[in-house]
């Protein structure tokens, strides 16, 4: 068996060292990101409800979070997901967030021609969606980095525009799902801060 010379070694566990250094302080920016849409999305529901007017944002008023084509829920409970592996996690997060600026601009689209004047709604949608897309971009190189391959591909589908009414509540509906994602993908990040610390 080849003995490898003691220099080439050395080189070899360094630059090993430097990858996974490297790959620690992309996880902490990620998981850096998804505070800050976790709390972005936060002030983006409640600015959402505010510009709604009633019933939204009223003691009565219920809408149950729904899932569209391109758009699941969690597929588990956050307790459930600890079961899952790292590659499962990052696969759903990066197809939610590669989806989520198709989902956030139609809400953009509807709430230009419903409420024209909410420039600060219309500026939170647009924040928002990019930053979505930052944090998938950044999903993908920390899989790429890991060695998992993507998930399967699923194409987002919007929900077609209806009444008045019709769009508000998709467009609640989606702003619920991205907080949901935010926190989720924050506490996933979470996980794999702890495994690689910088």
């Not at 430097?18 to 790959?23: A, D, F, H, I, V």
């Not at 391109?70 to 997901?81: E, F, I, M, V």
């Given at each position: 068996m080849e003995v490898l010379p003691v220099d080439f070694a050395k080189r070899l566990s360094s630059s090993s060292s430097?990858?996974?250094?490297?790959?620690a302080i992309k996880i902490k920016k990620t998981h850096n990101l998804t505070i800050v849409l976790q709390n972005g999305s936060k002030r983006l529901l409640k600015e959402y409800?505010?510009?709604?007017?009633p019933p939204f944002g009223t003691p009565s008023f219920s809408a149950s979070i729904t899932p569209f084509p391109?758009?699941?829920?969690?597929?588990?409970?956050?307790?459930?997901?600890l079961d899952l592996s790292d590659a499962e996690r990052l696969q759903e997060d990066a197809l939610a967030f590669s989806n989520?600026?198709?989902?956030?601009?139609?809400?953009?689209?509807q709430q230009t021609l419903l409420n024209?004047?909410?420039?600060?709604?219309?500026?939170?949608l647009d924040t928002s969606q990019m930053q979505c897309l930052g944090l998938a971009n950044n999903l993908k190189s920390i899989m790429a980095s890991m060695g998992i391959m993507p998930g399967p591909a699923v194409p987002a589908e919007p929900p077609e525009e209806g009444s008045t009414f019709a769009m508000k509540t998709v467009g609640y509906q989606i702003c619920q799902l991205y907080q949901v994602w935010a926190s989720q993908s924050q506490e996933d990040l979470a996980l794999l801060v702890a495994k690689y610390p910088v």
């Open positions: 430097r990858s996974q250094q490297e790959l409800i505010t510009c709604q007017g391109g758009l699941p829920l969690p597929s588990l409970s956050a307790k459930a997901r989520l600026p198709a989902f956030l601009t139609t809400v953009l689209r024209p004047t909410a420039t600060d709604l219309h500026q939170q």
